[in-house]
Every structure is written in C-alpha cells, then in structure tokens.
Antibody, heavy 118, light 107 residues
Framework: EVQVLESGGGLVQPGGSLRLSCAASGLTFSTYGMSWVRQAPGKGLEWVFSISGSGGSTHYADSVKGRFTISRDNSKKSLYLQMNSLRVEDTALYYC???????????WGQGTLVTVSS | EIVMTQSPATLSVSPGERATLSCRASQSVSSNLAWFQHKPGQAPRLLISGASTRATGIPARFSGSGSGTDFTLTINSLQSEDFAVYYCQQYNNWPRTFGQGTKVEIK
C-alpha cells in the first residue's frame, strides 16, 4: 500500500523557521520527482517547490525564493522542506506529492498545517 | 509564468448530468496538463495526466481533452462522490502552475 505522510507543521512566529518532512512507503521513490504544494485557508492549490529523483535539480515558486529549500534522502524515502523567514502569507496546509510516469501528483499526502502568526 | 484560467468558478449540476470544465493556458503547454479532484479534508487526487490519460483507478466517466492552450475535463453522469473542487495544472514549464479551481456543486 502506498503511503505518503507529512509532518513538522505547527505554529511559528513571523520570521521563524520550520522543517517539514515527508515519508513515503510502498512506492518507488528515488527515480521520481517530488513536490511540495500548499493551500492557504480558503484558497486554491499553489505549487511551491520540486526536486528531481536524484536531488540534483530543483525548481521553486518566486514566492519562496531565497527563504525555502528542498532536499531529499532517497535511502530513507524522505522529502524535506526547510522554511526560513516565514511570513504570515506562508500559512497553509502543505502537501507532499510524488510525480508519476506521465506527470505530477500521482500520490499525495494528507498535508501538514503551517500557521505563521504572532 | 504561465497563467492557468479555469471556468466557470462554480458549476451547479444535478446528479446523473454531465459536467464540462474548462482550463485555458496563457501560452501553449502542449499536452502537459493534469487534472486533480480535491475534497475538503482529503488529499488531492490525480484524475488525468497528459491532458487525456486517466490515472489508475479513475472511472471512465472522467475524460480529458485538448492540447496547446485549451483543455476540457468532462464528467459524465455525475455521481454523489464527484462533487468537489477540480484543478488543472500545467507541467510544461517551470513554475508548474495551477488554475484557481472549479467547484462542482449539487444543483
């Protein structure tokens, strides 16, 4: 059974940091790209960051440039998102998603909630 | 950045009827377009990749069409479990952008 499980969310003050983790099981991990997608309260889905299967290539949304970094550990089938200099507008449910053979989003986790507030 | 525009924002449909959702890209994305279904409290679910290829386990009543800049998701004979928000996403260029979503609600 395929499982994708995010963790690490919580309440943080503006300017603070959080590290999100995503653990995958039951699937081939190392050969597929992975992404973080977020959904702010009452809003739609927003793509945030992607990383290739090897980890050698990354792409990010302008809204997180210079503040967030993505990484992965294929030996642990895990994906990470380091979030620094957090802003109120980063408040969202953060989803981890695995690419498939034909495109993105083949498997998703249930999300982890990040709340940035003073 | 490629802007994805979905229409309508909300679609009211009776069970058993057909729903037609539109997604337009600000420039060509070839066939590199996916459709997702999203229900409150659940993970998004991949429906269609490559503009027209159904994902594993997706019922045949879901179909996608289009290429270039104009795409359509058709849901035939809507079932109760199909009422949700639907998003298109292009993956032809970085950043991978989503449309703003179409909410399919019960009429």
């Amino acid at each position: 059974e395929v499982q994708v499980l995010e963790s690490g969310g919580g309440l943080v003050q503006p300017g603070g940091s959080l590290r999100l983790s995503c653990a995958a099981s039951g699937l081939t991990f190392s050969t597929y790209g992975m992404s973080w997608v977020r959904q702010a309260p009452g809003k739609g889905l927003e793509w945030v960051f992607s990383i290739s299967g090897s980890g050698g290539s990354t792409h990010y949304a302008d809204s997180v440039k210079g503040r967030f970094t993505i990484s992965r550990d294929n030996s642990k089938k895990s994906l990470y998102l380091q979030m620094n200099s957090l802003r109120v507008e980063d408040t969202a449910l953060y989803y981890c998603a695995k690419d498939g053979d034909l495109g993105p989003g083949e498997y998703w986790g249930q999300g982890t909630l990040v709340t940035v507030s003073s | 950045e490629i802007v994805m525009t979905q229409s309508p924002a909300t679609l009211s449909v009776s069970p058993g009827e057909r729903a037609t959702l539109s997604c337009r890209a600000s420039q060509s994305v070839s066939s590199n377009l996916a459709w997702f279904q999203h229900k409150p409290g659940q993970a998004p679910r991949l429906l269609i990749s490559g503009a027209s290829t159904r994902a594993t386990g997706i019922p045949a009543r879901f179909s996608g069409s289009g290429s270039g800049t104009d795409f359509t998701l058709t849901i035939n004979s809507l079932q109760s479990e199909d009422f949700a928000v639907y998003y298109c996403q292009q993956y032809n260029n970085w950043p991978r952008t989503f449309g703003q979503g179409t909410k399919v609600e019960i009429k």
